[in-house]
């Protein structure tokens, strides 16, 4: 143990040595351009170089000399043929290049800016050697392990399988080759194939990306590193690119080995767009280039990345010998859902046979992700043990359902006796619209309970996986989700707030069909590229009349719907009325109730596992009978209909 004076005199060492050392940084001398055989033969074998930042035409070399620190720089007429060049020369010379070393691309404009971010990272690297006993004694641990570059990944040995992936079958055989060339890679090899470096996994989030990467490593029986793509940036400079060198050190001492880096997007953005520039970010992602162009062998290194968001990607990250692969890993079908609820079940006390009810339960969770359906395995029992019963059973996981798609009933929430009757005549409205257009998802349950954040009441429809949409489905959508406010309108001559999500859903719907999916006679058959939020400049690829075109025929779109609408629920008020009376009373209906009320729906319904998917065996329905709590649920088979997970008012 130190004694106070000491530390202080330490410190007091310290200081005076940072500044020295400040002095000596600020004067390094610029001794201007060598040639590539002076700095192989006097500078590399010396072992003092500090740091290589290459631009597309100069290697810039910091190298510590006994006069101080000093810039050398080489002509470079191909980066790539450079560092080949200097990877071949420092094993040849036995030179290891110590952590603080690496060369990393960066633009001539930006090399200053560069430089001053630096000068932080020579002044440690300078007084961790001036100093590295003091600190040691002062912090009481070794200076190594205090400022090594830790790369933050987790290292295991992963105990997933194949078996505990269910559905993605089309995913599960791409990525299953890197199996084999991780498990036999002489028998590519042999051939002179080269071994694909990674896959890109695109979905959305939960749909098993991590868990595929996981399995992978676990079938191949090798060591399974796992970071997230934000662990890389950290506020202090040169941590990214340090983390990413690091992780690849660890990776290649580990190999052969999986790295799997979560959200990619945090750090494989692309460069330089929309004016902002993040220097760490793109010095990351330039890191991470390197690395993965074999700068360094990347033998027996396979690197999976997993996005949701692959569009703002850098395309130099997929270009061959980088992310050769894409593969998508998308939302689960009714099959694959049935065969994700089976997966989860598993461990759970069941009152049912597992795979009855793993039918039962996927028709209720369409556009639901392997995480969801876990998450509702997981409340179903919940709930299950709160109710104390000994098993779990259909109704508990219904309610689950429910919990996930619309949050809980907040029954204490106190609405004044006029909100609950525009509430009930809003959820009626889409009811009853949803009843009669024939191109509409079969309703569920409409209720007037309060929920989660902000739902006062909400219609909740069974929609089937679907791909694709038709012209019809698109406009009864739009009716649907306008019958709210158009019941409002009708019944008491005004409008309230309430509608104001519909209406967002609305104006999407409406601006899919003229500008995504040329499905507007004016505007014509074209489709204009998605525009990114988050990028700063919105570019519109057309011209100021075609923009006012556009938003003309939006609006007409939404008019025509709200008019058919309106026509609609006009020449049915009575139902209306009665339907809104019966919710006030009963605060939930579900579809037997509706039946009950309106008669059967004029173009049937599809709702069961075997009308769904075509299969012949009878499974029980999964209509509710019970009317306590019940049913589900959503829509969004499709990632280009924005369509809801449940129409709420
Ligand atoms: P992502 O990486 O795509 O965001 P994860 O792999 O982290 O998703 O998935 C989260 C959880 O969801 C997993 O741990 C698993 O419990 C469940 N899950 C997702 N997809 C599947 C699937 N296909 N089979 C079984 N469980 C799944």
């Not at 209720?364 to 098993?391: H, M, Q, W, Y």
Request: hydrophobic share 40%; net charge neutral.
């Amino acid at each position: 143990m130190g004694s106070g004076p000491l530390k202080i005199l330490n410190i007091a060492i310290l200081s005076f040595g940072l500044i020295l050392l400040l002095a000596e940084v600020f004067s390094f001398g610029d001794k201007g351009y060598i040639d590539y055989h002076t700095f192989r033969s006097t500078i590399l074998p010396s072992g003092t170089i500090l740091k290589i930042m290459l631009t597309p035409n100069t290697a810039y070399i910091y190298a510590k000399t006994p006069e101080g620190i000093r810039l050398y720089k080489i002509n470079v007429p191909s980066v790539d043929d450079f560092q080949r060049k200097l990877e071949h020369d420092q094993t040849e010379l036995g030179v290891e290049l110590g952590d603080q070393v690496f060369a990393s691309y960066i633009t001539e404009n930006r090399l200053a800016r560069e430089i001053i971010a630096i000068l932080p990272t020579v002044f440690f690297v300078m007084a961790i050697s001036y100093f590295s006993k003091s600190i040691g004694s002062i912090l009481g641990k070794g200076p190594s392990s205090l400022f090594a570059p830790k790369s933050k990944a987790t290292r295991g040995q992963s105990t997933t399988t194949f078996k505990d992936v269910a559905g993605m079958d089309e995913a599960k055989e791409e990525i299953m080759e890197f199996v084999a060339f991780l498990k036999k890679p002489e028998k590519y090899k042999r051939l002179g194939a080269k071994i694909p470096k990674g896959a890109i996994l695109v979905g959305p989030p939960g749909t098993g990306k991590t868990l595929l990467a996981k399995a992978t490593a676990g079938e191949s029986g090798v060591p399974f590193f796992t970071i997230s793509g934000s662990d890389f940036i950290e506020m202090f400079v040169g941590v990214g690119p340090s983390r990413v060198r690091e992780l690849f050190k660890e990776a290649r001492a580990s190999a052969p080995c999986i790295i799997f880096i979560d959200e990619i997007d945090a750090v494989g953005r692309s460069r330089s767009r929309g004016g902002f520039h993040n220097d760490e970010r793109e010095n990351t992602l330039n890191q991470l280039l390197v690395e993965m162009d074999g700068f360094g062998t990347t033998e027996g290194v396979v690197v999976f990345a997993g996005t949701n968001r692959p569009d703002v990607l850098d395309s130099a990250l997929l270009r061959p010998g980088r992310f050769d692969r894409t593969i998508y890993v998308g939302e689960p079908d009714i099959k694959g859902r049935k065969d994700i609820f089976m997966v989860h079940l598993k461990n759970i006390k069941i009152e049912d046979k597992m795979e009855d009810l793993a039918k039962r339960l996927a028709t209720l969770t369409p556009g639901f992700s392997g995480a969801d359906i876990a998450n509702v395995c997981n409340e179903g029992a919940l709930i299950a043990a709160r109710k104390n019963a000994t098993v779990a059973s259909f109704k508990h996981f219904e309610e689950a359902i429910e919990r996930v798609l619309v949050g809980l009933e907040r029954k204490n929430r106190v609405l004044s006796k006029e909100e609950r009757i525009i509430v009930a005549h809003h959820e009626a409205g889409h009811a009853i619209v949803g009843w009669f257009l024939e191109h509409t998802d079969p309703l569920l349950k409409v209720s007037i309970v309060p929920r989660g954040m902000g739902t006062l009441g909400f219609a909740q429809y069974q929609p089937k996986d679907q791909y694709l949409y038709t012209r019809e489905q698109l406009s009864d959508r739009i009716c649907v989700t306008l019958g709210g406010r158009v019941a409002e309108s009708i019944i008491f001559g005004r409008i309230s707030t309430g509608a104001q999500d519909d209406l967002e859903k609305v104006t999407k719907i409406a601006s899919s069909k003229v500008v995504h999916y040329g499905m507007n006679e004016r505007v014509g058959v074209i489709s204009f590229k998605k525009e990114n939020n988050n990028d700063i400049t919105i570019e519109k690829p057309y011209s100021q009349a075609t923009s006012r075109m556009i938003d003309e025929e939006i609006r007409k779109i939404v008019m025509e719907s709200y008019d058919r609408t309106h026509a609609l629920l006009t020449s049915k008020k009575d139902e209306l009325l009665k339907v809104a009376a019966v919710l006030l009373e009963k605060e939930v209906l579900l579809r037997d109730d509706l039946r009950e009320l309106l008669g059967p729906r004029p173009y049937g319904e599809k709702t069961t596992w075997a009308e769904l998917t075509g299969e012949t065996e009878t499974p029980p329905s999964p209509s509710p009978s019970s009317s306590s709590s019940s049913s589900s649920t959503t829509t969004s088979g499709d990632n280009n209909v924005e369509s809801p997970k449940v129409l709420v008012g």
